[in-house]
Structures are given as C-alpha cells and as structure tokens.
C-alpha cells in the first residue's frame, strides 16, 4: 500500500516527468537543438541519476518511476546534442 507522502511523490514525479516530453518531442521531430546547454544537460542528466540511485536504495516508487522516465527523456535529449556538436 502506497502512503500520502509516496502519494506526494508520485505526483510530483507525474508533473517534473511530463515537463521534459515537449521538449524531447520538439528535440526529435525537428532534429535541432540550437539553444540547449550541453553543460546544463550533462549537470541535469548525473543529477537526476544520483536521484535514481538514491531512489532505488530507499526502495521508494515515486523516485524510481520518476527518475527512471526523466533520465531517458534527459538523455535522450543529451544525446541530440552530442550528436548534433558532432556533426559540424
């Protein structure tokens, strides 16, 4: 059984985690990421990692799902603009 404070969590991971999918979503379907931080990105990616971890040693749902989905569309992102420095 999930408690009020997971609860808590959970929809604070639903929001955080939903905030990146436009921009993973512009990322992808115009292939540019003129504007967006390498550095930010490379800092936000470890961070939210660290945060996977920590979830994953306190056992607590909300942190994983959260984390685990921010991650990947973080990384994806991450990716664009490697790929992007890349090429020119």
């Given at each position: 059984?999930?408690?009020?404070?997971?609860?808590?969590?959970?929809?604070?991971?639903?929001?955080?985690?939903?905030?990146?999918?436009?921009?993973?979503?512009?990322?992808?379907?115009?292939?540019?990421?003129?504007?967006?931080?390498?550095?930010?990105?490379?800092?936000?990616?470890?961070?939210?990692?660290?945060?996977?971890?920590?979830?994953?040693l306190?056992?607590?749902?909300?942190?994983?799902?959260?984390?685990g989905?921010?991650?990947?569309?973080?990384?994806?992102?991450?990716?664009?603009?490697?790929k992007?420095?890349?090429?020119?």
């Amino acid at each position: 059984m999930i408690d009020n404070i997971e609860l808590i969590g959970l929809l604070a991971a639903i929001l955080t985690t939903t905030a990146f999918i436009p921009q993973v979503y512009k990322v992808i379907k115009t292939k540019s990421v003129k504007g967006l931080s390498l550095t930010t990105y490379l800092i936000f990616t470890t961070g939210v990692l660290f945060w996977l971890i920590y979830g994953l040693l306190k056992s607590s749902i909300s942190m994983i799902i959260g984390n685990g989905i921010t991650f990947l569309l973080a990384f994806s992102i991450l990716y664009y603009i490697l790929k992007n420095r890349n090429s020119k």
